[in-house]
């Protein structure tokens, strides 16, 4: 075990042999900052919820797109982005040994044209406002999202139909205000629920149908608020609720999350791990430090990793068939030995410190390649001289402090406020510009008086709604009511929201825990566990094994 001072918070953290014999197989030196500020480093690279209208620097017929009007460099929309009307390698740039990396790789930056947005565009079909999606149909404001239809104003919904407002969902249906659900069927607010069916207000609940303001209940039906009723005794006591007006609405949330607080919780969510720390973890094994991940084994500090990652040190997003990579953001689809690199998809292999490349390998510093060998910043080599220039490149990138840092937060393509790291690592506008971080003031077109109230009630509401204007009732931004989402609404019964997507999204992200371990012991026996359940916090906690005892 060596304890290290991180270089960015000087917080100490820790790296065990494992870390260490890791980073001697890849080749890489020790880390200098610690997880968190990897992480937060990754994410100010990602922007995933954010979308623009522009004009593509190719055609010039207006898109929408992740990018702002104003960036440096050229935007193709996705279609044209992935034709042969443009060559990555004319951009191609000779390697100076007399500057730094990161500043060559900063003027590449600003010339290679970049994809509007992250999809796999023939895969959707009416589904324009979406991003890192594919396999959509009739779907709005999604995002991180594959296989689901019907769907609005979600993050990681797949495999789902007609969910609305949820958050990580997969083969869900009719579902609204969902987090950290799988296999329900129109369950309304449930947070860590599988195979419910026609339910309200359930948390840690497994094949429940029927149940309203429940938790840690298992193949019950007909329960209110963890009381055993008669069916008859249910259905009266759920028509008396007017699920339809808002402010009956909001009443329930704080007493319902108010009830939660009196019932245990374990002290990692997930199933079938072996020798695993973290949350939201899935057939895992000897995977350590790591969040929303499935199927991953001998990984650390990995987020929102699926379907087979081996062998791979921090890592944000994707996954399916990657081995031996460290650093790097949205990688999939099959993947070896990729290092400090970006959205690097399709088969890759051998790539250190590039972006937006597929289907290549052994190549360093290039941006938007496609099936491509011996590159260094876009120039093409022969293979002995890229395997001659390589070591030079990282022996001059080690003596600046280059080498084994992920691409610096300054130069990222985003502000700061843009990306998944203002979500899960806030910042203030004096906070970010002082670090030297970029930031994107509001627009004030997009803040101004709506053109109507929301009604209080779902049947006071009329279709006309979906012609007007709202204002925010937190944040005063201005959203609409699109058809289709009115018409869910009104078969619920539910009432339109009165906030606008962004606030809803991110009371769905503070309703979860961060990711990031305590030690506790289990309230119940005294066992010392690690959880994402901060000491201060007034949950109950037990262990796997108390945890499992008391629920029925």
Not at 383 to 412: C, V
Request: charged fraction near 25%.
């Amino acid at each position: 075990m060596t304890t290290k001072i991180c270089s960015n918070c000087q917080q100490p953290f820790d790296l065990t042999d494992e870390h260490l014999g890791f980073y001697k197989k890849l080749e890489v030196p020790e880390p200098t900052h610690c997880p968190d500020c990897r992480q937060q480093r990754r994410l100010a690279w990602c922007n995933e919820r954010k979308l623009y209208k522009r004009e593509c620097d190719l055609t010039h017929k207006p898109i929408l797109s992740c990018y702002t009007p104003d960036v440096t460099f050229p935007v193709y929309y996705v279609k044209e982005w992935w034709s042969d009307k443009w060559d990555p390698i004319s951009f191609g740039q000779e390697y100076d040994f007399a500057k730094p990396f990161f500043d060559q790789w900063a003027n590449l930056n600003k010339k290679v044209p970049r994809s509007s947005l992250n999809v796999s565009y023939s895969s959707l079909e009416n589904s324009e406002y979406v991003n890192y999606a594919g396999n959509l149909k009739n779907c709005y404001l999604i995002f991180d999202t594959d296989y689901s239809r019907d769907c609005y104003y979600g993050y990681t919904v797949n495999k789902s139909t007609n969910a609305v407002d949820c958050l990580k969902v997969n083969g869900c249906e009719i579902c609204y205000e969902c987090i950290d659900c799988n296999n329900c069927y129109n369950l309304k607010f449930g947070i860590n629920c599988r195979n419910c069916n026609d339910s309200w207000f359930l948390k840690n609940c497994i094949g429940c149908n029927n149940c309203f303001g429940c938790a840690n209940l298992e193949r019950k039906q007909f329960c209110m608020y963890n009381q055993q009723l008669t069916q008859e005794e249910y259905k009266k006591k759920i028509a008396e609720i007017n699920t339809g007006s808002f402010s009956t609405m909001v009443g329930l949330k704080q007493y319902v999350r108010s009830a939660y607080l009196s019932f245990p919780n374990k002290d990692m969510r997930g199933f079938q791990n072996e020798n695993c720390t973290g949350d939201g973890l899935f057939n895992c094994k000897d995977t350590q430090d790591s969040y929303d991940c499935l199927h991953c084994h001998e990984c650390k500090h990995c987020y929102s990793m699926s379907f087979g990652t081996k062998t791979s040190h921090d890592i944000y997003q994707f996954g399916e068939n990657i081995e031996c990579c460290y650093e790097n953001t949205v990688i999939g689809y099959g993947g070896f030995n990729l290092k400090f690199s970006h959205t690097c998809n399709m088969g890759n292999n051998n790539l250190s410190y590039c972006q937006d490349c597929m289907g290549s390998k052994n190549c360093f510093g290039c941006i938007g390649l496609r099936h491509k060998q011996y590159c260094i910043l876009n120039k093409q080599y022969t293979e002995e001289k890229y395997n001659e220039l390589l070591p030079q490149i990282i022996e001059q990138m080690t003596r600046t402090g280059e080498w084994g840092e992920y691409f610096p937060i300054q130069l990222s393509n985003f502000a700061y406020n843009q990306t998944t790291a203002q979500e899960y690592y806030p910042l203030t506008r004096e906070q970010a510009l002082e670090k030297g971080y970029k930031w994107l003031d509001d627009d004030k077109k997009e803040f101004r008086p709506g053109t109507c109230q929301a009604p209080d009630d779902i049947n006071q509401t009329q279709d006309l709604i979906t012609n007007e204007t709202l204002a925010c009732t937190t944040c005063g931004k201005n959203y609409k009511i699109i058809p289709q989402e009115l018409k869910f609404y009104k078969q619920i019964p539910l009432p339109i929201p009165q906030r606008c997507p962004d606030c809803r999204h991110m009371d769905r992200m503070y309703m979860r825990n961060p990711r990031h371990l305590w030690n506790r012991v289990c309230a119940k026996c005294n066992t010392a566990i690690k959880t994402t359940y901060a000491p201060e916090k007034p949950d109950i906690v037990y262990c796997e094994k108390c945890y499992l005892e008391t629920i029925g």
